[in-house]
């Protein structure tokens, strides 16, 4: 790509760092931003500083807020004993967007594994233990990914938890809506036919 | 009657040397001749990247790439019982994912496609069963079940991602001089579920195979000599929990894991004695063979399925008239698709002439174009 100006190359080149943006798309947005004349530039470099200076994390669940304690820890609709734990921020607003948990998270910020150098001490295990031990938790719900690591962290997490006597279960796996069975995978139907749940007349 | 998988036609783009090849085979013998370093063996390579989604005989998949392409793709069409034709294409580029689509439907892991047709490769490498490592040996059983066993497979590779970590977790206990218990376990709590699978799965395996492994071994060679393939896993008399515990400090204070499936090891015996030490040149060789041939009648009767055979450079190895024979008879016998290299560009048309088999001979120039000399 050749250019007729450094400064277009380097902003450019700023965006093209971005993930899943390459220099054709940084090219299309740059451009697209020049043209405009709402002052989107502004608002973008504005938005950005001020996540930068900000953006705090939540020092109850480790999720991203505005102020100490974030809206859905310190929303007192949400049920307070119980707590879903998941690996990243994304997590969170995934599980939000379907609408049907209404408890609390705690983010522990990966899962452990020793082959990238993560072990128990780099993810927030000690402040979830904290929070079952003094927070009145009755049920945490376990929502990490389903590989080795993810296992493996629940079952860690599980035995640190088992002197506290607090409940935990596991996100259901199984067939996605609107898939057609003879689609899904061999090893997610056969969970599914072994982990099979009663069927509720109404 | 057995299902037969008919290759029928091969396509690459930027494979090894080949920028471009359209090949045709044949239902039985297809036999590629040329001289050493045409690429005889990139095109064996090519069928078993296509059929079984890794490659054999070259070290990677990655460098099958042509030197100075950024890209490779190599696609087939696989007859069986029914009228139209599979189609499995696989692209490989650089800094991204191996790609595999089979029938237009792309294969979102590896370890679903494998299984899904079967293939035998023989090369004068192998001889690495006998004088390599255990885990050559190993890889052997674990390559040889996967194709049929999809659970082995789901089962290995998760025993092998946990051991994996907790030998990088007692590696760190032991640099940092600190040990948690909770740790390793949560680990090997893995290994506890899938090992006993593995173990089993590769007992029946092996009581299964050997019989048609000294079936093999006596046909290709007839003098009397005893062979036997032993099994040999600390599993067969332990539990894997016990054998945990009986490890534990060993396991700590060495950084890594001591005991398990990972450690098992096939003895092969001639006459009794380790055929390793004992064996001459010429017993190896056939041994080796042997164990090949023997794979290719196992999985035609275990699964009802044809495996597509893929020879490379068999006749300099071994003693011509042996191989000819074991082709002939299984060409007889299960009709099957083989492929198989030769330096020599007459040998093999002296080798089949009057036998009233058709085959399929294709010619590889110095330049990589190619010509049919059909018989």
Redesign the interface.
């Given at each position: 790509m050749k250019f007729s100006s450094t400064l277009l190359e380097n902003a450019v080149n700023a965006f093209s760092k971005l993930p899943g943006v390459g220099r054709k798309s940084a090219l299309r947005m740059v451009l697209h931003l020049l043209k405009d004349q709402t002052q989107k530039s502004e608002k973008i470099i504005q938005g950005l500083l001020d996540v930068n200076e900000k953006l705090k994390t939540c020092k109850i669940c480790y999720n991203y807020s505005d102020d100490d304690v974030c809206m859905i820890c310190s929303d007192e609709h949400r049920l307070k004993n119980v707590l879903c734990v998941v690996e990243s921020i994304r997590d969170v607003m995934a599980i939000e967007d379907t609408q049907q948990f209404s408890g609390r998270y705690h983010i522990l910020g990966g899962v452990i594994s020793p082959l990238d150098g993560v072990g128990p001490d780099d993810l927030n295990i000690d402040t979830l233990i904290q929070r079952v031990r003094h927070d009145n938790i009755e049920e945490i719900i376990m929502a990490v990914s389903p590989s080795i690591e993810g296992e493996t962290t629940t079952f860690y997490i599980s035995k640190k938890l088992k002197p506290l006597e607090v409940k935990i279960s596991l996100i259901a796996r199984g067939v996605s809506f609107g898939g057609d069975l003879e689609y899904a995978d061999e090893l997610t139907l056969g969970r599914s036919i072994v982990s099979r749940t009663p069927y509720l007349q109404s | 009657m057995k299902t037969k998988y008919e290759i029928k036609q091969l396509k690459l783009t930027h494979f090894k040397k080949y920028s471009k090849l359209n090949l045709e085979f044949s239902s039985g013998l297809n036999v590629l001749t040329g001289k050493n370093g045409v690429g005889k063996t990139s095109i064996l390579d090519a069928i078993r990247l296509l059929v079984f989604g890794k490659v054999y005989f070259a070290a990677t998949d990655k460098s099958c790439l042509s030197h100075g392409a950024d890209f490779l793709r190599a696609e087939i069409n696989i007859f069986d019982n029914e009228k139209e034709p599979h189609n499995v294409v696989v692209k490989l580029q650089h800094g991204k994912n191996k790609q595999i689509e089979h029938d237009g439907i792309k294969v979102s892991k590896l370890s679903?496609y494998i299984g899904q047709y079967l293939s035998v490769c023989v090369s004068p490498d192998d001889i690495i069963l006998v004088n390599g490592l255990s885990k050559d040996r190993r890889e052997f059983i674990d390559q040889a079940i996967v194709q049929f066993d999809?659970l082995y497979t789901?089962n290995l590779i998760?025993y092998t991602?946990?051991v994996?970590?907790?030998n990088?977790?007692l590696?760190?206990f032991l640099k940092s001089g600190t040990y948690?218990k909770?740790?390793t376990?949560?680990?090997e709590?893995?290994m506890l579920e899938t090992a006993p699978y593995i173990h089993q799965a590769r007992v029946s395996f092996m009581k299964e195979f050997q019989s048609y492994f000294l079936k093999s071994y006596h046909e290709i060679a007839p003098e009397y000599e005893s062979v036997y393939l032993e099994y040999d896993s600390k599993l067969s008399e332990n539990t894997m929990e016990e054998l945990l515990i009986q490890y534990e400090q060993t396991d700590r204070f060495s950084g890594r894991s001591n005991v398990g499936t990972h450690k098992d090891e096939v003895n092969m015996k001639l006459n009794g004695e380790d055929i390793k030490v004992f064996g001459s040149q010429g017993q190896i060789k056939s041994f080796v063979f042997a164990l090949k041939i023997s794979l290719f009648e196992y999985f035609a009767n275990k699964t009802g399925r044809l495996p597509v055979l893929l020879l490379d450079d068999m006749f300099d190895k071994l003693d011509r008239s042996r191989v000819e024979k074991i082709l002939l008879q299984l060409n007889e016998r299960w009709g099957a698709q083989v492929f198989i290299s030769d330096t020599d560009k007459n040998r093999i048309a002296t080798f089949l002439t009057g036998k009233g088999e058709k085959i399929n001979h294709i010619h590889i120039f110095e330049d990589q174009s190619i010509t049919y000399l059909n018989v």
């Open positions: - | 679903e999809k789901r998760r991602k946990a994996k970590q907790r990088a977790l590696k760190q948690d909770s740790l376990n949560a680990f709590k893995i």
